[in-house]
C-alpha cells in the first residue's frame, strides 16, 4: 500500500505541475509565482494520508499575501529607457516594507 500511495502522490503533484505550467497567462510578461503547502498525517509512524496543494498566480496581490505584503501598499510602476537604440518599457510592481522603504515585489 506504501508504494501504491507514494505512485498516486508522485502523480498527483505532477498534474498539478505541469497544469500550472501550461495554464495560459494573461500576461505573459508577468513571472508567475506558485506557493507549496503539504499536510501529511501519521499514525503509529504510518503515514495514513497526504495532501499537497499547489497555487498559482500571476497576481501582483496574490504573490504580496503570498510573501506576507500588505497588497493595498503596493503599486505598479514603469518606465521607458533607451537601451543601445532602443527604447524598452519597464515596469512592475513597488511595495512598501515594515520600515515604509518602497522594493520592488520580487524582493519580499
Known amino acids: 500500500m506504501t508504494k501504491t500511495l507514494g505512485l498516486f502522490l508522485s502523480l498527483t503533484a505532477t498534474s498539478l ?25 501519521v499514525v503509529n509512524g504510518h503515514t495514513v494520508s497526504s495532501k499537497v496543494r499547489l497555487d498559482c498566480s500571476d497576481s501582483p496581490a496574490k504573490r504580496a499575501k ?27 510592481y513597488l511595495c512598501k516594507d515594515e520600515n515604509g522603504n518602497w522594493r520592488p515585489l520580487n524582493q519580499f
Open 17 to 41: 505541475l505541469v497544469g500550472c505550467s501550461s495554464t495560459p497567462s494573461m500576461n505573459p510578461d508577468a513571472p508567475q509565482y506558485c506557493e507549496t503547502t503539504e499536510q501529511i498525517d
Open 66 to 92: 503570498l510573501v506576507g505584503v500588505d497588497p493595498k501598499t503596493c503599486r505598479p510602476w514603469q518606465k521607458k529607457v533607451m537601451f543601445n537604440g532602443t527604447t524598452k518599457e519597464l515596469h512592475g
